[in-house]
């Protein structure tokens, strides 16, 4: 009898340590899937925080899961793109660059990629592939034909390069970041390819740190050739961008925030220190 109470008290014993540890490994698969950045929940959030989408003047909203765009048909190219920057969608992890494909979101057709093939000019991303490596979806989705605009190699490589790098020295240094990215789609632009692809004369970019107390917005306006001056000498104010291409940026911002980040052209309160 003593031998078959210490088998049952071991078989016990081992039936309890396994529903302990299943219940410790289900903890920890639910604390990973709560932490998971590629999660799109977590993503929806984010986006919802406040609405900092710019104003369309195409009035054709393009919705993805990291980003969003407003397309321009007449030009065949989005006049902005939108999105999120978080510091833990910074990683280093190598990625096979995917073909370019047309969006299926837009309602009138997102541009062909072979409108650029002897062109001349680079497929530049809008919003950069390097900022979405944290998940493979989110950095397919930045292949779309949608996301992309002539630019010339050497100021994609160049000048436009370095300012996306800043940028994500910016979002490690002070966390979140909303950014809005485009060319100025006015004037006798130039177009390549059969679908006449707009080849725009300057690039902006607009970054806005909603962390507070310090809430602070810096533009940049870039002419569309291989610049060379530091990358303050481009810091122009968002009002100025807004005059040039017709978009009211930040909106649905308290007035007296955006009255006071749209009006300012400094780089106060942004480090220009190497990186």
Do not use: C
């Amino acid at each position: 009898m003593k031998n078959k109470k210490s088998i049952y008290g071991i078989l016990t014993l081992l039936i309890a340590a396994f529903i302990y540890y299943q219940n410790q490994n289900a903890t920890i698969n639910n604390e990973v899937s709560e932490n998971d950045t590629d999660g799109v929940e977590e993503t929806q959030v984010l986006q919802d925080k406040f609405n900092y989408l710019p104003t369309s003047t195409t009035n054709q909203i393009v919705k993805h899961t990291y980003y969003t765009l407003s397309y321009s048909e007449k030009h065949e190219q989005a006049e902005w793109v939108a999105y999120a920057l978080k510091p833990s969608y910074l990683k280093r992890i190598d990625r096979k660059r995917p073909y370019f494909i047309y969006d299926k979101k837009v309602k009138t057709k997102s541009a062909n990629y072979k409108n650029y093939k002897k062109s001349g000019y680079d497929k530049g991303h809008l919003l950069p592939a390097g900022d979405m490596r944290f998940s493979l979806d989110a950095y397919n989705d930045t292949f779309y034909t949608s996301n992309i605009s002539p630019q010339n190699h050497e100021f994609n490589a160049g000048i436009w390069n370095t300012l996306e790098q800043k940028t994500r020295y910016w979002t490690k240094k002070y966390g979140t970041l909303y950014v809005i990215t485009g060319g100025v789609l006015k004037g006798n632009l130039k177009t390549i390819g059969q679908e006449k692809v707009s080849v725009p004369n300057q690039f902006y970019k607009i970054l806005l740190d909603y962390t507070e107390p310090e809430i602070k917005a810096i533009a940049f306006l870039m002419p569309h050739q291989n610049e060379k001056k530091a990358l303050y000498k481009y810091v122009v104010s968002i009002d100025e961008i807004e005059k040039l291409t017709g978009i009211d940026f930040f909106p649905n911002l308290p007035d007296n925030i955006e009255n006071a980040l749209e009006s300012k052209s400094d780089y106060k309160g942004w480090s220009f220190r190497s990186f």
